[in-house]
């Protein structure tokens, strides 16, 4: 296996360190020996998977370069960014790496679909979940595309930064993986400014869009691309939006969206509530102790009601923390009834997403990028979700006793049906 090749990381409790140990000695490894088969297999798929990237690059040292710029997101650089890249690939300079991601002619948008595509086809599931989430990179400084000062959740505060929003498919078996970006572009300081967003290499005609838009827009080309899902999930900034909640529940797609604890809705029997009053005054024997999932310290155990409205589609579930008896509040658009076994791990599966920006800017270099413009962005941006796809991908292969290497595959491949009519085909 390539030295480069250092780390394979499927994330969220599945480890797997492959060091540059001669043979002769021990390997260190998680949950079972790693053997000179496994390391020529994860060799083998990522030359595979390199196969499949090199058509998008016109000459052949970008796809040289594209090659480089992978394997070093791939390896146990602390920092991975075009200089630190160049000098683990022997470059004498960066120039070359940067002019990968600022100048040469390719689509990162083609490599987008590349990355949805391929992990489709190791994580693809009828009873997956869709999460969105923003994150914010900290900046310096006025010219990074889309810096602005605002709030952040992600950093905890209001800082200079960038705001992207991403899309986390995510399987019953709770593998991962990022498949869809979009760059927020705040449009009173960018936007509006046609000659600060030229300079930034923006293109000219695009609008501005709301996270919540985005959302949509990334849903839609999810549904495009035929990916199967049964359920969307998001926090409360999505969970509050009229227009994506109107677009969820016209395209017949279930959720279970976070609210804030002033919702109201209309019960059973005809009258208002509000979510937190009447959280307060339920009966002991409403609450059931259940795990929303699995995360770094263990399974994440609370206590949950569920409540109907005088909608049949529509319930309202309670989050309840055994610590200190913290609330939180979910809309559940539920038209096909689901228990509440399945609503609690949907809510649950929204804390995946984080976990996969931790694991992205922890091992891939999601947060590392050290460009301006706008192609750059995208551009290392989709990289480290392949990088980060990969990982995942060898690490359910290495669960599952999988040690067939993979062929290129050079053809569209077909997905399983989608679990329900909102996605036809």
């Known amino acids: 296996m390539s030295a480069r090749l250092r780390q394979i990381h499927g994330g969220w409790g599945d480890h797997i360190r492959v060091t540059d140990a001669p043979a002769s000695h021990s390997l260190v490894v998680y949950d079972g020996a790693v053997t000179r088969v496994d390391l020529d297999t994860w060799e083998s798929d990522l030359e595979s998977l390199l196969a499949r990237v090199h058509p998008l690059f016109y000459r052949t040292e970008s796809r040289t370069h594209a090659e480089r710029y992978l394997r070093g997101l791939l390896s146990s650089l602390q920092r991975k960014n075009g200089w630190t890249i160049a000098e683990h690939a022997g470059e004498p300079e960066p120039k070359a790496l940067q002019r990968l991601l600022n100048l040469s002619p390719w689509d990162a948008d083609a490599l987008l679909d590349l990355n949805r595509e391929y992990a489709m086809e190791h994580l693809a599931h009828p009873g997956g979940i869709l999460v969105a989430d923003p994150t914010g990179f900290a900046k310096k400084g006025t010219r990074s595309v889309g810096v602005q000062r605002q709030y952040s959740s992600t950093l905890g505060r209001i800082d200079n930064c960038q705001i992207a929003t991403f899309l986390c498919y995510v399987t019953p078996g709770r593998d991962r993986v990022l498949i869809d970006r979009r760059l927020y572009m705040p449009e009173t300081s960018w936007l509006a400014d046609p000659g600060r967003c030229a300079e930034a290499g923006v293109p000219p005609d695009l609008a501005f869009a709301t996270r919540p838009a985005q959302v949509i827009e990334m849903i839609q080309a999810t549904r495009a691309a035929n990916v199967p899902f049964a359920w969307f999930t998001a926090d409360e900034e999505f969970g509050q939006n009229p227009g994506l909640c109107d677009y969820l529940q016209t395209n017949h797609i279930p959720y279970v969206m976070a609210v804030p604890k002033n919702t109201r ?66 809309h559940c658009y539920n038209p096909a009834r689901a ?87």
């Not at 937190?276 to 999932?293: F, I, K, S």
């Not at 995360?295 to 206590?303: L, S």
């Not at 392949?386 to 359910?396: E, G, H, P, R």
């Open 339 to 425: 228990g509440f076994a399945d609503l609690v791990l949907v809510a649950g599966a929204r804390w995946p997403i984080e976990e996969c920006f931790g694991s992205g800017k922890n091992e891939v270099g999601l947060d590392n990028y050290q460009v301006r413009t706008w192609n750059a962005w995208h551009r290392h941006i989709t990289f480290a979700m392949l990088a980060q796809t990969f990982l995942a991908v060898a690490a359910q292969q290495t669960k599952k006793g999988v040690h067939a290497s993979r062929t290129a595959r050079t053809t569209r491949p077909t997905h399983p049906p989608t679990s329900h009519r909102a996605h036809p085909r």
């Open 265 to 330: 809705f209309t019960d059973t029997a005809g009258r208002t509530r509000q979510c937190d009053e009447l959280a307060r005054r339920l009966p002991p024997n409403t609450w059931q102790r259940r795990a929303g999932g699995i995360g770094a310290k263990g399974f994440r155990v609370y206590d949950w009601a569920l409540l109907d409205s005088a909608d049949t589609d529509h319930q309202y579930l309670i989050r309840r923390s055994i610590d200190n008896g913290e609330l939180a509040f979910y």
